[in-house]
């Protein structure tokens, strides 16, 4: 199987502010329902809810330790194909934060590599739903169609798994919702492009954080 390009960015995730009127707890619940829902496999999966549930978790930080400590040694392992200890550094990583492509990615891999079709085939599930749920939230091609992303590196491994590599940002604040344009090349062809994102969320998150 080749493998994707995955040197996105572990080390900064962006959140929604808590939603007024519920405990942490309740917050906490909510995301853990989600993923019930979709370990279960059940029709009632809801991989944007999860998403969401998850921007809301006291977890969610701009700049994750655990995803600091998680994150290189998930891409050894990979690289070097140690597989059990790839599959072991993603389920660390997925303990924190089940929303990481990157972890659900590595999972896939190792788990099939290893001939464990089971959890490979459930992983590239979970993936597949992560992915939908970002291409159902637009097309990237102006502000009105923006993709919606909740981490630059959720943003980063999405644009990886295309071949898509990030040339530069231009962040820019309209009618209270922030963009960030990125331009692109294909890894293969060079060629340069633009794609929008929405990061409202992320940008929210840090005004949130940065009030006394």
Same mark, same amino acid.
């Given at each position: 199987m080749p493998y994707l390009f995955l040197f996105a960015?572990?080390?900064?995730?962006?959140?929604?502010?808590?939603?007024?009127?519920?405990?942490?707890?309740?917050? @906490?619940?909510?995301?853990?329902?989600?993923?019930?829902?979709? %370990?279960?496999?059940?029709?009632?999966?809801?991989?944007?809810?999860?998403r969401m549930a998850y921007t809301n978790t006291d977890e969610y930080t701009p700049i994750s330790?655990?995803?600091?400590q998680y994150g290189p040694l998930l891409f050894k392992a990979l690289g070097t194909k140690n597989y059990s200890e790839c599959?072991?550094?993603?389920?660390?990583?997925?303990?924190?934060?089940?929303?990481?492509?990157?972890?659900?990615?590595?999972?896939?891999?190792?788990?099939?590599?290893?001939?464990?079709?089971?959890?490979?085939?459930?992983?590239?599930?979970?993936? %597949?739903?992560?992915?939908d749920s970002i291409r159902n939230s637009g097309?990237? @091609?102006?502000?009105?169609?923006a993709y919606v992303m909740i981490s630059n590196a959720e943003t980063v491994a999405f644009l990886g798994f295309q071949g898509l590599e990030i040339v530069e940002h231009l962040v820019i604040e309209t009618d209270g919702k922030s963009f960030d344009t990125v331009q692109v090349k294909n890894q293969e062809t060079g060629e340069l492009s633009e794609v929008?994102?929405?990061?409202?969320?992320?940008?929210?998150?840090?005004?949130?954080?940065? %009030?006394?």
């Open positions: 960015v572990f080390f900064i995730s962006c959140a929604l502010s808590p939603i007024t009127g519920y405990s942490a707890e309740q917050r @906490q619940l909510s995301y853990l329902q989600h993923i019930e829902l979709i %370990k279960s496999q059940s029709p009632d999966a809801d991989f944007l809810g999860l330790e655990t995803a600091d599959i072991r550094q993603a389920d660390n990583l997925l303990a924190f934060d089940y929303t990481s492509l990157n972890a659900h990615y590595s999972a896939w891999v190792c788990n099939e590599d290893s001939g464990n079709q089971v959890p490979a085939e459930y992983h590239r599930y979970v993936l %597949k739903g992560l992915i097309n990237g @091609q102006s502000k009105e169609t929008t994102f929405d990061i409202t969320q992320q940008a929210n998150w840090a005004a949130t954080d940065s %009030k006394p």
